[in-house]
């Protein structure tokens, strides 16, 4: 989970714990490093939830850097953000980026619905 705010990412948490307490979620408030840590990992992600709106590196620029990097590419990023996903799904398609985005679900029960789907 990458997400420059704590508050979402502590709420992410709670609702992932509720979901399935056996995952494990690593988690980072500053993308660029989240990026240089991945790089260098041997523990990779099965999915990575992003954050679009931060600050020096938006969910986007992440993503494209992510897939400059091999071993980094076949995995799977999901984008939770405040824009509309009818705004944001034709901005990632014009700028040939496949990924699963979603609006950040407005209450606790709708976050848990959505990670009981993708998990």
Known sequence: MIDDDIDDTLLFLEALKKVNAEAVCRTSMNPSKALEELAGSDDLPDILFLDYNM????????????????RLKNIEVIVMSTPPEEVMKPWFARNNTAVKYISKPSSMEELEQFLREQL
């Open 55 to 70: 600050p020096a590196v938006n969910g986007l620029e992440f993503i494209q850097r992510m897939q400059q990097i091999e």
